[in-house]
């Protein structure tokens, strides 16, 4: 991956291009080899998530937007909101200068992390996105993956982010965006969202910083008729379940029109008198 992916909302073409590319290929097969190296360990939390998060619809950009963002950064980086991935192993293996704190909410998660094969630079704290408990200035570079959607206040989740994250450093972001009515981030809480972003950071590129919905963006809805089986759990019914649902209710079940957006910024570093 010699180039970064694009910042803002991605195009289907784009979409398409990347994942038929070898650096996806290889992101792919990494997490295929971790799966199966951990399986007894992920029994429960595949039950409970994904088994491959990285064939799921929009995880498939996200990914490889992000390493694309991580491949010269160094020192230490925070992946908040982390579950339990493949991802930050496939950083530190690709970048052995980065050393990860992978962080999450659910203390079931670090009995899964503790079950892992050992990975060196890749560590698990249990941690509230809200209220951090790591010093100020902690992290040389953030990223977060799809989880400010989840949380009862993203805005809240950025300012503390930016609190632990050193001046100079490198947040890259990518969450679900409602397209139409459904969805947990609608488009003026978005926009909201990026104005904080604004105020904090200053983006790696004008893209990061704006909403700009393409002719035929990458959205979950368009996975209905294509690729259903990249839909998360809920989502994926099959034209039975579809018709089942529609002779008992008169109506067809929907996939919410969902896209992601992602961006990357840099905390501006101290002036120097």
């Given at each position: 991956?010699?180039?970064?992916?694009?910042?803002?909302?991605?195009?289907?073409?784009?979409y398409?291009?990347?994942?038929?590319?070898?650096?996806?290929?290889?992101?792919?097969?990494?997490?295929?080899?971790?799966?199966?190296?951990?399986?007894?360990?992920?029994?429960?939390?595949?039950?409970?998530?994904?088994?491959?998060?990285?064939?799921?619809?929009?995880?498939?950009?996200?990914y490889?937007?992000?390493?694309?963002?991580?491949?010269?950064e160094?020192?230490?980086?925070?992946?908040?909101?982390?579950?339990?991935?493949?991802?930050?192993?496939?950083?530190?293996?690709?970048?052995?200068?980065?050393?990860?704190?992978?962080?999450?909410?659910?203390?079931?998660?670090?009995?899964?992390?503790?079950?892992?094969?050992?990975?060196?630079?890749?560590?698990f704290?249990?941690?509230?996105?809200?209220?951090?408990?790591?010093?100020?200035?902690?992290?040389?570079?953030?990223?977060?993956?799809?989880?400010?959607?989840?949380?009862?206040?993203?805005?809240?989740?950025?300012?503390?982010?930016?609190?632990?994250?050193k001046?100079?450093?490198?947040?890259?972001?990518?969450?679900?965006?409602?397209?139409?009515?459904?969805?947990?981030?609608?488009?003026?809480?978005?926009?909201?969202?990026?104005?904080?972003?604004?105020?904090?950071?200053?983006?790696?590129?004008?893209?990061?910083?704006l909403?700009?919905?393409?002719?035929?963006?990458?959205?979950?809805?368009?996975?209905?008729?294509?690729?259903?089986?990249?839909?998360?759990?809920?989502?994926d019914?099959?034209r039975?379940?579809?018709?089942?649902?529609?002779?008992?209710?008169?109506?067809?079940?929907?996939?919410?029109?969902?896209?992601?957006?992602?961006?990357?910024?840099?905390?501006?570093?101290?002036?120097?008198?």
């Amino acid at each position: 991956m010699s180039t970064s992916l694009p910042s803002g909302i991605p195009a289907m073409n784009t979409y398409d291009a990347a994942v038929a590319t070898d650096a996806y290929r290889l992101l792919e097969a990494f997490s295929a080899d971790w799966i199966a190296e951990n399986s007894g360990a992920l029994t429960a939390y595949s039950a409970k998530w994904v088994t491959d998060p990285i064939q799921q619809w929009s995880r498939r950009w996200e990914y490889l937007y992000v390493a694309s963002r991580f491949l010269d950064e160094e020192g230490l980086a925070l992946d908040a909101g982390s579950g339990v991935t493949f991802f930050p192993q496939y950083l530190t293996k690709t970048n052995p200068h980065l050393t990860i704190v992978a962080c999450d909410f659910d203390p079931e998660n670090q009995t899964t992390f503790n079950r892992l094969s050992p990975t060196p630079n890749v560590s698990f704290a249990v941690e509230n996105l809200l209220s951090l408990s790591f010093p100020s200035e902690t992290f040389d570079s953030i990223y977060s993956i799809s989880t400010l959607e989840h949380l009862s206040n993203p805005v809240a989740a950025v300012l503390e982010l930016d609190r632990v994250l050193k001046p100079g450093g490198l947040f890259s972001l990518t969450f679900d965006l409602a397209l139409g009515a459904e969805g947990e981030i609608p488009m003026v809480s978005a926009e909201r969202l990026l104005q904080t972003l604004n105020r904090a950071f200053r983006p790696v590129e004008p893209s990061s910083a704006l909403i700009q919905v393409p002719r035929r963006p990458l959205s979950a809805r368009s996975f209905a008729y294509r690729q259903r089986e990249r839909l998360p759990r809920g989502w994926d019914f099959t034209r039975a379940q579809a018709v089942k649902t529609f002779v008992k209710s008169r109506t067809l079940p929907k996939v919410p029109n969902v896209t992601v957006h992602c961006s990357a910024w840099r905390k501006p570093s101290l002036l120097v008198p």
